[in-house]
């Protein structure tokens, strides 16, 4: 039953089993001033049918047929329905954190699974489960830098997610922590030249994003090969993970927080999604969140353990390595499904297809006048260009015609105004691409 509704009879009953008259006694406690005495103005009581017919109104209002070119970290990829079948079985949907192996070998399994593929995907030996998401999974990779260094600089290029880069500051804020920024170069990747100077003895790891926020793919090699000379680690943010079906993965690296939202989960208004690290076997004791590990029982049959970190690990505060709690394994099941839906063809596929779009519409917005791409490094499937004009102006007209257009990064770079983040996947197709082209055209044509 989705409502259990008390009648008075029941009411009466419950106050005087706990020795009340009224409902009002329960309130006493409250000054009388401050209690309400007129009903809420809300709309209703509605019946459940109209309040489904509501809500559908009003998502109706919001996305039916309109076509988004925003990506930045979130990004809208072709899901199985397959995935939501699974996930929405019972085992999996209600199962928590698998403490007790004995009744948890499903959910253990899964985790296992994920992590597997989570290594195939980012060359490295072990990987973890239960990051939050990309934003909190980067913060606790410098951390876990800062504990295998025992050092308290971090070097983060500002080609990293603005708001990935906030949560680290916000963490790092009452800490021993020195976060410093370095900036990029006119390919829009991270300036080796800049993290070459800063380098010293005390500093903790080197942090880059790639493909980064403006979608270009950084030189990871050449940037551990960076940190590395001077005994720091790197670490490498991936928030496409998409990426990874084509591009190379970053090995070098010796930690790598990446988001999996891309694996299956849809953008859901920001969440929830499953963050990960994924590091080399000799930092594991160093590695935040849960590990699920492979044995075999007293009968040599194969079964799956949390190991490593015990319970305490998670919720004592000042001697736990992290005090990542939540479980995120429903997250890490979907990702999982949509994995092995699509397989290492499949994957790559979806990978090209969203290269190829980009490639188009990069090519097809440069024929607009006075339009021009703003980096010239090479991209996966965001852009950024530059415009004659303010984006937020150009997206106002494009609103208009139910398009929801570049990203506009001065809100995050004030030196790159009138730029725009352009995003493109495998789900956009080439007509939407024509119809965006043509709608900053016409944009940029109306008199100022």
Request: aromatic share 8%.
């Amino acid at each position: 039953m989705r409502y259990l509704p008390k009648s008075d009879s029941e009411r009466r009953e419950m106050l005087r089993a706990i020795g009340l008259e009224s409902f009002d006694q329960l309130f006493q406690a409250i000054p009388e001033q401050y209690r309400l005495k007129q009903t809420l103005s809300v709309p209703g009581p509605l019946s459940e049918m109209e309040i489904i017919e509501y809500f559908r109104g009003r998502s109706a209002e919001n996305s039916r047929g309109y076509t988004s070119f925003l990506g930045a970290g979130v990004y809208h990829h072709h899901r199985s329905v397959v995935t939501d079948a699974l996930l929405q079985r019972g085992e999996f949907l209600t199962s928590y954190t698998p403490y007790q192996a004995e009744i948890s070998q499903g959910t253990l399994q899964a985790i296992f699974e994920f992590q597997t593929l989570m290594c195939q995907l980012t060359g490295q030996e072990v990987s973890n489960a239960s990051m939050y998401d990309g934003s909190t999974a980067l913060t606790e990779a410098v951390l876990m830098a800062e504990r295998l260094t025992a050092r308290q600089r971090v070097l983060v290029a500002r080609t990293v997610h603005p708001e990935y880069r906030q949560v680290l500051a916000t963490y790092a804020k009452n800490t021993r922590l020195r976060i410093e920024e370095f900036g990029f170069t006119s390919s829009g990747q991270a300036d080796l030249d800049a993290i070459r100077k800063a380098v010293d003895d005390n500093v903790a790891a080197v942090v880059v994003q790639s493909p980064n926020f403006f979608g270009v793919l950084e030189q990871f090699p050449a940037l551990a090969e960076i940190a590395h000379g001077c005994g720091a680690l790197c670490v490498v943010a991936i928030a496409e993970a998409v990426s990874l079906g084509i591009a190379r993965p970053p090995a070098e690296a010796d930690i790598v927080a990446m988001e999996a939202q891309s694996f299956g989960l849809p953008p859901s208004y920001g969440g929830p999604y499953a963050g990960v690290i994924a590091t080399k076997e000799k930092f594991v004791r160093q590695m935040p969140g849960r590990l699920a590990g492979q044995t075999t029982d007293n009968q040599g049959r194969r079964g799956f353990v949390l190991t490593l970190a015990t319970r305490e690990q998670h919720i004592r505060r000042e001697k736990a390595t992290s005090n990542i709690c939540t479980n995120q394994a429903l997250c890490a099941l979907a990702a999982t499904i949509h994995l092995c839906l699509l397989g290492k063809r499949g994957l790559r596929e979806q990978a090209g297809q969203n290269v190829a779009k980009a490639q188009f519409a990069l090519a097809q917005m440069e024929t607009i006048p006075g339009v021009r791409r703003a980096f010239t490094g090479p991209v996966f499937n965001e852009f950024v260009m530059e415009f004659p004009r303010s984006v937020k102006m150009i997206n106002a007209e494009l609103l208009k015609s139910k398009m929801i257009g570049p990203m506009a990064l001065g809100r995050f770079y004030p030196e790159l105004t009138k730029r725009g983040l352009v995003c493109v996947t495998e789900t956009t197709t080439r007509e939407e691409i024509s119809r965006l082209v043509d709608g900053i055209d016409r944009a940029l044509k109306i008199p100022v």
